[in-house]
T-cell receptor, first 109, second 125 residues
Framework: EIVLTQSPDTLSLSPGERATLSCRAS???????LAWYQQKPGQAPKFIIYAASSRATGIPDRFSGSGSGTDFTLTISRLEPEDFAVYYC??????????FGQGTKVEIK | QVQLVQSGAEVKKPGASVTLSCKAS????????IHWVRQAPGQGLEWMGMINPSGGSTRFAQRFQGRVALTRDTSTSTVYMDLNNLRSDDTAVYYC??????????????????WGQGTLITVSS
C-alpha cells in the first residue's frame, strides 16, 4: 500500500501570496498517477490536478502541479479568497488501495 | 451533464447494517468504475473500494474486506454499498465518485473526476 504524506498540515497565508503544498509517497507512483483535490467545508472534494501536472477542465492556471516518482507539489501562484480550503493528494494508479494524503489546510493568515 | 446522486442520511445502531445508493446519469454507466470514499467528522478522506459496473467486479481496501459489499443495477445506473456490523467509528460522510474508464476490454486509470453529494451515516446507540 502506498502511503502519502502531505506537508505542511496547515499553511497560513494571505490572499495574493504563493502556496506550495507537498505530497510524498512511500513508493514510486506509477506513471505519475497522482491527483490533487480541493475540499471546502460541507462540500464534496473537487478534482483539480491529474497525472501530477495536468489541470482539470475549468481549473484556473494559478493552480499547477509538478513532481514525479515519490515527490509531488501543488502550487497556487497567487491565492484568491476562494482558494482557502483543504487540499488532498491521491494516487490512482494500477494497484489499489488508492490512498489519500492526510490533507493540507490552506487558511487565511 | 455527469451527475452522481446519493441516498439520504441515515442513523443506525451499532451492529446494524446500512445500504447506500449512488445513481449515475449523464454518461454511459458501464464505462466508468464507481469508487467509495468516506470522511469521518473533521478527518481526511479514506478510500474504501470500487466496482466495475460493467462486470460487477470489486476491489476493497483491506480494512473493509468482508464488511463492505458493492453491487450495481445497470437498468437504473445505480451502485449500492452495503456496510455491515456498524461501529461508532463508521460515523462519516460517504461519497461515491467516478474513476477508472473502460473501453474495448481495457481499463485506464483516471482520477475521481465527479463526486456525489455525500451521505452522512451516523452510528449511535
Amino acid at each position: 500500500e502506498i502511503v502519502l504524506t502531505q506537508s505542511p498540515d496547515t499553511l497560513s497565508l494571505s490572499p495574493g501570496e504563493r502556496a506550495t503544498l507537498s505530497c510524498r509517497a512511500s513508493q514510486s507512483v506509477s506513471s505519475n498517477y497522482l491527483a490533487w483535490y480541493q475540499q471546502k467545508p460541507g462540500q464534496a472534494p473537487k478534482f483539480i490536478i491529474y497525472a501530477a501536472s495536468s489541470r482539470a477542465t475549468g481549473i484556473p492556471d494559478r493552480f499547477s502541479g509538478s513532481g514525479s516518482g515519490t515527490d509531488f507539489t501543488l502550487t497556487i501562484s497567487r491565492l484568491e479568497p476562494e482558494d482557502f480550503a483543504v487540499y488532498y493528494c491521491q494516487h490512482y494508479g494500477t494497484s489499489p488501495p488508492y490512498t489519500f494524503g492526510q490533507g493540507t489546510k490552506v487558511e487565511i493568515k | 451533464q455527469v451527475q452522481l446522486v446519493q441516498s439520504g442520511a441515515e442513523v443506525k445502531k451499532p451492529g446494524a447494517s446500512v445500504t447506500l445508493s449512488c445513481k449515475a446519469s449523464g454518461y454511459t454507466f458501464t464505462t466508468f468504475y464507481i469508487h467509495w470514499v468516506r470522511q469521518a467528522p473533521g478527518q481526511g478522506l479514506e478510500w474504501m473500494g470500487m466496482i466495475n459496473p460493467s462486470g460487477g467486479s470489486t476491489r476493497f481496501a483491506q480494512r473493509f474486506q468482508g464488511r463492505v459489499a458493492l453491487t450495481r443495477d445497470t437498468s437504473t445506473s445505480t451502485v449500492y454499498m452495503d456496510l455491515n456490523n456498524l461501529r461508532s467509528d463508521d460515523t462519516a460522510v460517504y461519497y461515491c465518485a467516478r474513476g477508472f474508464y473502460c473501453s474495448g476490454g481495457s481499463c485506464y486509470a483516471r482520477p475521481l473526476d465527479y463526486w456525489g453529494q455525500g451521505t452522512l451515516i451516523t452510528v449511535s446507540s
